[in-house]
């Protein structure tokens, strides 16, 4: 399968669509995405308003103990880890000014892979330096057939290996396919990758 002549449909319907996460700059969107594993968007997206209005930028986590942040994050997975790891990156970078932009930069923080790496660089419209791969990404690719396993770094070499880099968006698109119709329970009647798709190919066998 030519999946870089396959995925042109997708990337055409998702290329350049904002990630859900509700941020407005960022120091927001960093704090979001350390947030955000094992969290739903739209649960992240209904805390933030509070939280932002009490730590406004990255310098307000300076002073704070993990204990101020707990009211404002105590309903998200993980919370005191992830409270740490805000801590720890405003240590590091000190404001917002400083937040570095670059996939080797953005990994060195406490709290941020890969993925959230990638997420941060889309957003912020840098140059992609490799392919978004979340939950969403490991199950399409899966069906899809592109590939095999549910590593999400062996997913991403791959990716990388057998796409070029203009089309990197990929991975967020797949990610858009993966929240809006390929749930775990897929709607396949209206996934507009179903002809290429290998687990529709055996569901209507």
Same mark, same amino acid.
């Given at each position: 399968?030519? %999946? ?11 290329s350049g669509r904002k990630h859900p996460l509700e941020y407005h700059n960022i120091y927001q969107l960093i704090?979001?995405?350390?947030? *955000?594993?094992?969290? /739903? ?12 209005? /009490? ?14 942040l707990f009211p404002y994050i105590s309903k998200v997975r993980n919370f005191g880890h992830k409270a740490e %790891? ?15 932009? #670059?996939?080797?930069?953005? #990994? ?7 993925? *959230? ?10 140059? /992609? ?38 089309? %990197? ?5 797949m990610s858009f396919l993966g929240r809006e119709i390929c749930h775990p329970k897929p709607d396949c009647p ?16």
């Amino acid at each position: 399968m030519n %999946w870089s002549l396959a995925l042109r449909s997708l990337l055409r319907k998702y290329s350049g669509r904002k990630h859900p996460l509700e941020y407005h700059n960022i120091y927001q969107l960093i704090v979001l995405v350390v947030l *955000s594993a094992q969290s /739903a968007d739209e649960h992240l997206n209904a805390l933030a308003p509070a939280l932002f209005k /009490a730590f406004p930028d990255m310098a307000a986590f300076l002073g704070a103990s993990r204990e101020e942040l707990f009211p404002y994050i105590s309903k998200v997975r993980n919370f005191g880890h992830k409270a740490e %790891w805000l801590i720890a990156i405003a240590q590091q970078v000190k404001k917002d000014s400083h937040i570095p932009l #670059t996939l080797d930069g953005l #990994t060195a923080l406490p709290g941020i892979g890969r993925k *959230s790496a990638n997420v941060i660089l889309r957003e912020a419209g840098r140059p /992609a330096e490799g392919i978004i791969v979340d939950l969403h990404v490991v199950r399409v690719a899966q069906r899809l057939g592109i590939v095999d396993e549910d590593d999400p770094k062996k997913i991403e070499k791959h990716l990388m290996e057998i796409l070029p880099k203009r089309q %990197w968006e990929a991975g967020m698109a797949m990610s858009f396919l993966g929240r809006e119709i390929c749930h775990p329970k897929p709607d396949c009647p209206k996934c507009l990758m179903r002809k290429v798709c290998a687990y529709y190919k055996k569901s209507v066998k």
